[in-house]
């Protein structure tokens, strides 16, 4: 389980290595809101692909070891206390914008400069992706249970058109 503490530990953490990421999935959702909606069993980060050694070093410091590797798509790092963080790696273009590898390499995930905005946990801002950038991930798979409860609440605040 990844609480909200263990998040802010996280950014923390990685703050202090100097590294930029972004949250995105549910707690990214969360951090839009500005209030925690449901429980979260990972933190889903993305992070600039060149500092990716120096991620790798502030989590490996921090008792996380690599429990998966879809590289150059994803990874994933666990903690001995069995948090998780889902890593996506990002190609930054002058113009802020950045694209991620996807399982289909002609077809990247796309990340427009307006992706990148700031949310806030246990009011603390935390950099996250917007809105519209989660909703454009949610689409084009069977949601499951939190995809449904996620974009609920987008639609409820925000009030986007979401896909279900």
């Given at each position: 389980?990844?609480?909200?503490?263990?998040?802010?530990?996280?950014?923390?953490?990685?703050?202090?290595?100097?590294?930029?990421?972004?949250?995105?999935?549910?707690?990214?959702?969360?951090?839009?809101?500005?209030?925690?909606?449901?429980?979260?069993?990972?933190?889903?980060?993305?992070?600039?692909?060149?500092?990716?050694?120096?991620?790798?070093?502030?989590?490996?410091?921090?008792?996380?070891?690599?429990?998966?590797?879809?590289?150059?798509?994803?990874?994933?790092?666990?903690?001995?206390?069995?948090?998780?963080?889902?890593?996506?790696?990002?190609?930054?273009?002058?113009?802020?914008?950045?694209?991620?590898?996807?399982?289909?390499?002609?077809?990247?995930?796309?990340?427009?400069?307006?992706?990148?905005?700031?949310?806030?946990?246990?009011?603390?801002?935390?950099?996250?992706?917007?809105?519209?950038q989660q909703v454009h991930f949610?689409?084009?798979?069977?949601?499951?249970?939190?995809?449904?409860?996620?974009?609920?609440?987008?639609?409820?605040?925000?009030?986007?058109?979401?896909?279900?």
């Amino acid at each position: 389980m990844m609480t909200a503490d263990g998040v802010l530990s996280v950014l923390s953490l990685l703050q202090q290595a100097r590294v930029a990421v972004w949250i995105g999935g549910g707690w990214g959702i969360d951090a839009l809101l500005g209030e925690q909606t449901r429980d979260h069993g990972d933190l889903d980060l993305m992070h600039r692909q060149e500092q990716e050694p120096a991620v790798l070093a502030a989590l490996t410091g921090a008792g996380f070891v690599e429990t998966l590797d879809w590289r150059p798509v994803r990874f994933v790092v666990t903690a001995p206390d069995e948090r998780e963080i889902d890593l996506h790696p990002l190609v930054f273009a002058e113009d802020g914008s950045a694209t991620q590898a996807s399982l289909e390499p002609s077809r990247p995930f796309v990340y427009p400069a307006s992706a990148f905005v700031t949310g806030r946990i246990d009011g603390t801002p935390v950099p996250c992706l917007s809105a519209e950038q989660q909703v454009h991930f949610h689409q084009g798979y069977e949601p499951t249970e939190h995809d449904r409860h996620d974009m609920a609440q987008l639609r409820r605040v925000f009030g986007v058109a979401t896909h279900f």
